[in-house]
């Protein structure tokens, strides 16, 4: 009966040990979030610690492997525009143009007629269409001179709050992170039952 018991407490505490062991490795992951100094000992989460770190690896990998500002640019070359100019310049002759020139010249409405209004259209749709691929030029040149994919990652990333990735991470992980304490307290366990067996033997 001792022998059992001392059995049943050895692994128990083997299996304890192992599960405290994972879960307070686990919980260093992000904690604490700012470095404390215990008797000469820096203590910081691991996430926290290397934060810019794992900002650049990030921005780094997302902008060679995922998606890149020549992504970006690529698609918005092989956008069509043909309807959206269309609605524009409609717009511009109803909304815009036409009660401009009504509201100064009344007597203009002799003159503007649907007939009318669908040259202005048209001109105005090919003087887009002309200029189109200067204008997009310009605004590739203006994004591949100004914005930097890596950098605004890395800004973003580093503005996230630690409280609300730590919370995303246990969210997304939960089950996996308690399979990991759960193997803790079983090779715990395991190295209690072969403490025991060395104990008995010698």
Excluded: C
């Amino acid at each position: 009966m001792k022998i059992v018991l001392e059995f049943f407490l050895i692994v128990s505490i083997g299996s304890l040990i192992g599960w405290i062991t994972n879960y307070i490795a686990i919980k260093l992951l992000f904690k604490p979030y700012k470095e404390i100094n215990l008797i000469g000992f820096k203590l910081q989460g691991l996430i926290p610690k290397r934060r810019v770190e794992i900002a650049k690896n990030v921005a780094e990998t997302i902008d060679n492997e995922l998606i890149s500002l020549n992504d970006i640019i690529n698609v918005i070359n092989s956008i069509e525009f043909d309807k959206e100019i269309d609605i524009i310049a409609e717009n511009i002759v109803k909304n815009n143009l036409k009660k401009e020139i009504l509201s100064k010249f009344p007597m203009a409405t002799m003159f503007i007629n649907n007939n009318m209004e669908n040259k202005i259209k048209e001109f105005i749709v090919n003087a887009i269409e002309a200029n189109k691929d200067k204008f997009f030029k310009i605004v590739v040149d203006k994004l591949e001179s100004e914005i930097n994919i890596q950098d605004l990652i890395i800004e973003r990333v580093e503005k996230f709050s630690l409280q609300k990735q730590e919370e995303i991470v246990y969210q997304i992980a939960k089950k996996e992170l308690k399979h990991i304490e759960l193997i803790g307290a079983i090779l715990g366990a395991l190295i209690g039952m072969v403490q025991f067996l060395i104990t008995r033997i010698l």
